[in-house]
């Protein structure tokens, strides 16, 4: 590979998540990996061959991963209606009418992301859809993809009736006669409609894929863990590995069914194993995915404590703490990294407990486990991420007080419990590892944005915007820490995560600095080159 040296700009070797940051005045890379700073890589650059770049004033730094996402879902999200665009309830419609209209041999309509502040209390109703749809079944997934709202066909063709039964871990929200609303959630939302819905194409979902890993790149990515894996979901990521149409690194979490699990670890251990074999250097499977609840906007998140709008209802635990102990504790001595989502007070606690207990079996073994979103922590837990050596995965982004947060967060937990959510200052100055993540297609998969509200707490492009909870922020270079140190932690890649001499060649070049710049201009920040090991990924013309 030619030897490469960077000059003209500033250059970031590292931010630490103690606030700390390394600087140098020139970088070189070769064969992959930094080979010189300063006046060595100035040196360099005379040398037969070598390549200079000029950055104009800009900024390299280490590239920034992705913890947490769903990059097919998102990829997928162009093929339908275009209801995450609309402002409210007619907005949806009219998308889903448009689509239609576009598409009139379409057997199913199949969308997301709908906002479900669009309806009191996220109750949406099959007959506004039949309206627009008449009897194309059609299916819209929520912005959290734990719920769904449905048509009348789309019932119908799932049989569920009023006399169906809520499935263990689902509810079917009903009308105060027994029948079913049209809205669905968690395994009612999944698994009643898993046989019905029609699945994509194999080259849909591979060109979905594709179209994924190059806007990660063209963003400054270069590892993405996507969060949800499902045998179904595995001949996307062989195709895309064999044809190169992998333009990020790209970690599967295969996901463990709580009713199966058991026999599901000889099909884990096989896959890994296969993917393994392919050794190729952008896709790996090293880790297995457990949803230990749902979501607080749909009072499914586990909570300690009652509901404080609706008294005896504490959510929905996916799993009982017994079997998620054992599921966890057989599947950390079969090697794999294991990444917990957690959303309320009592599943970050049973998650933890989990882990507690597993380490317990073997304590002289390094791990990298991880807890996801980590949305609402009990104050009493929040020192066991670092006890423990626990990753703690957050979704920056939502750490602001916008309008989910005002009408269905707040209201369902109150207000006693609202300074309990996304303890990320609190976790990080206990020394725990914190890495960063977007959950797209749930919100944005741009860093940037979520970048700035992690250090402000608020919406940055709305000055009016108190900042919420302003002792859980943090400092610039903490945030970006958690999007590259934290990740490379959580990545199993303890070569990356700066550009040390030594360490791998993942590379963002910035218009400025984002541990410089005011916050509230980081999401204005351009990318101007990605480098994965080395490889260029995306070069702005």
């Known amino acids: 590979m030619t030897l490469t040296v960077f000059t003209g700009g500033t250059i970031v070797v590292a931010a630490r998540a103690d606030g700390s940051t390394e600087l140098t005045e020139a970088l070189a890379i070769e064969a992959g990996r930094v080979v010189a700073h300063g006046c060595a890589a100035l040196d360099l650059a005379s040398q037969d ?9 800009g900024t390299l730094a280490p590239a920034v991963g992705e913890g947490h996402a769903h990059p097919v879902l ?31 041999s379409a057997e199913w ?3 997301a992301s709908y906002d479900a502040t669009f309806a009191p209390g996220g109750r949406f109703d099959a007959r506004w859809l039949d309206e627009v749809t008449g009897d194309t079944p059609t299916v819209l997934r929520s912005w959290d993809y734990h719920t769904v709202w449905v048509n009348t066909a789309a019932l119908k063709a799932a049989g569920i009736t009023a006399d169906t039964p809520d499935p263990e871990l689902g509810r079917i929200l009903r009308r105060k006669n027994g029948a079913p609303l049209g809205t669905l959630q968690e395994a009612a939302a999944n698994d009643l409609l898993a046989n019905v819905v029609p699945a994509f194409a194999l080259e849909t979902r591979v060109s979905a894929l594709e179209a994924a890993t190059l806007a990660y790149a063209e963003q400054g990515t270069t590892w993405v863990q996507d969060a949800w894996v499902d045998p179904a979901d595995l001949d996307t990521y062989r195709v895309a590995a064999r044809t190169d149409r992998l333009h990020t690194r790209v970690n599967l979490a295969l996901r463990a069914d709580p009713a199966n699990w058991r026999e599901q670890i000889a099909e884990f251990i096989a896959v890994r194993k296969e993917i393994r074999a392919l050794a ?7 880790t297995i995915k457990f949803f230990v609840d749902g979501v607080i906007e749909n009072h499914t998140a586990a909570l300690t404590d009652d509901y404080a709008d609706t008294p005896g209802d504490r959510g929905l635990a996916n799993w009982s703490e017994d079997d998620l ?4 504790a057989a599947l950390d ?14 599943a970050v606690r049973i998650a933890l407990d989990a882990l507690e207990a597993a380490r317990d079996v073997d304590p002289g073994r390094d791990r990298h486990h991880v807890v996801a979103h980590v949305a609402m922590l009990a104050p009493a837990d929040v020192e066991r991420f670092a006890q423990l050596g626990v990753i703690a995965n957050f979704e920056p982004y939502w750490a602001q007080c916008d309008a989910v947060m005002q009408s269905l967060t707040i209201p369902h937990i109150g ?14 100055r206990s020394g725990a590892t914190v890495s960063f993540g977007s959950d797209w297609p749930v919100t944005t998969k741009d860093w940037r944005p979520a970048f700035a509200t992690a250090v402000t707490r608020r919406d940055v492009t709305n000055p009016e915007d108190p900042t919420w909870l302003p002792d859980e922020c943090i400092s610039p270079a903490t945030a970006y820490a958690a999007y590259t140190e934290g990740i490379a932690r959580q990545a199993l890649a303890h070569d990356r995560g700066s550009l040390e001499v030594g360490r791998v060649a993942d590379l963002v070049w910035l218009s400025a600095n984002p541990l410089e710049v005011a916050p509230e201009l980081v999401p204005e920040l351009e990318v101007r080159g990605t480098w994965l090991a080395g490889d260029v990924t995306y070069a702005k013309n």
């Not at 070598?50 to 950055?55: E, R, S």
């Not at 419990?417 to 990080?428: K, T, V």
């Open 74 to 104: 998102g990829g997928l999200e162009a093929q339908g209606p275009a209801v995450r665009e609309a402002k409210d309830l007619a907005g949806i419609l009219d998308a889903v009418k448009t689509w239609k209209q576009q598409n009139p």
């Open 280 to 286: 190729h250097p952008r896709l790996s499977a090293e």
């Open 325 to 328: 102990t054992a599921a966890v």
């Open 415 to 428: 207000h006693d419990r609202d300074s309990w959510q996304y303890l990320i200052g609190s976790i990080a």
């Open 49 to 57: 061959g070598a390549q200079t770049i000029d950055l104009a004033g």
């Open 109 to 111: 309509i199949v969308g």
């Open 333 to 346: 001595a079969a090697g794999f990294q294991l990444h917990l989502h957690a959303i309320g007070d009592r």
